[in-house]
C-alpha cells in the first residue's frame, strides 16, 4: 500500500505559502508605487532646473534691465553681458562695452557659492 498524507497538513502548508507571496506581492506593489511617485518628483524637479537653466532667446524676451547673463551670438561667441533696456552690453572688467550685434540668446547666471561654500566650512 502507497503512502498515507496529511492532507489538512499540506493544505494548512499550501495556505501559509499562498499568503506568504500574496503579503510579498503587497510589500513590492506599495514600495513600486512608492518609487513611481519618487521618480515622478525627480521627473518634475529635472524639468523645472531645465528650464531654469535654458538658453532664452532674445526675440522670446530680454532679461531684466541690467541683470548680468550669459549671452549667446550666432558666430558662437559668448560672454557675461547685460542689457540696459535699449542696448546690450558686454561686461568686462574694465566697464562696459557696447555693442553693436546683440546675442541671439541670453542664460541666468548661476546663484553664486554661499560663505560656507566659499570657505570650506
Known amino acids: ?4 498524507y496529511d492532507f489538512d497538513k499540506l493544505f494548512d502548508g499550501a495556505r ?3 499568503e506568504y507571496w ?8 506599495g ?5 513611481d511617485a ?11 532646473l531645465e528650464a531654469e537653466r535654458r538658453c532664452i532667446p532674445v526675440d522670446e524676451r530680454l532679461p531684466d534691465a541690467g541683470m548680468p547673463v550669459y549671452a549667446y551670438w550666432a558666430d558662437g561667441g559668448m560672454g557675461m553681458a547685460r ?9 568686462e572688467s574694465d566697464g562696459d562695452t557696447c555693442l ?11 546663484k ?10
Open 1 to 4: 500500500m502507497g503512502k498515507k
Open 100 to 110: 553693436f550685434d546683440g546675442p541671439t540668446h541670453w542664460q541666468p547666471l548661476p
Open 31 to 35: 514600495e513600486m508605487l512608492a518609487r
Open 16 to 18: 501559509d505559502t499562498v
Open 22 to 29: 500574496q503579503e510579498r506581492h503587497e510589500i513590492a506593489h
Open 38 to 48: 519618487e521618480i515622478e518628483a525627480l521627473k518634475a524637479r529635472i524639468a523645472k
Open 83 to 91: 542689457h540696459n533696456g535699449e542696448k546690450w552690453k558686454l561686461w
Open 112 to 121: 553664486p557659492p554661499t560663505e560656507s561654500e566659499v570657505t570650506n566650512d
